[in-house]
Nanobody
Framework: EVQLVESGGGLVQAGGSLRLSCAAS????????IGWFRQAPGKEREGVSC????????YYTDSVKGRFTISSDNAKNTVHLQMKSLKPEDTAVYYC?????????????????WGQGTQVTVSS
């Protein structure tokens, strides 16, 4: 059974940093794409970043390029999202997701497995 558990959310001031973690189990990391998504109140969910378990290739949506960094520890089946220079508009529930095709990262934001989410709040 695929399980994804996010952690690391919280309250931070604008300009600050947070590091989100996604602990994955039930699948072989190398065979999957792992993505981070977010959903702000009243808005649709959007893809933020993803990484291919096969080769570590990464992708970022334009609004977070240069501020967010995704990384993986395949030995620990964990993916991190380092977020810097946070802005109030980054406030959202952040979700980790997985898809059983590494090349999904960079080609589509359609993922089948989801975590429960972690709240990130950036105050101005």
């Amino acid at each position: 059974e695929v399980q994804l558990v996010e952690s690391g959310g919280g309250l931070v001031q604008a300009g600050g940093s947070l590091r989100l973690s996604c602990a994955a189990s039930g699948f072989t990391f190398d065979d999957y794409a792992i993505g981070w998504f977010r959903q702000a109140p009243g808005k649709e969910r959007e893809g933020v970043s993803c990484i291919r378990g096969s080769d570590g290739s990464t992708y970022y949506t334009d609004s977070v390029k240069g501020r967010f960094t995704i990384s993986s520890d395949n030995a620990k089946n964990t993916v991190h999202l380092q977020m810097k220079s946070l802005k109030p508009e980054d406030t959202a529930v952040y979700y980790c997701a997985a898809e059983s095709w590494p090349n999904r990262c960079g080609s589509s934001w359609s993922y089948n497995y989801w975590g429960q989410g972690t709240q990130v709040t950036v105050s101005s």
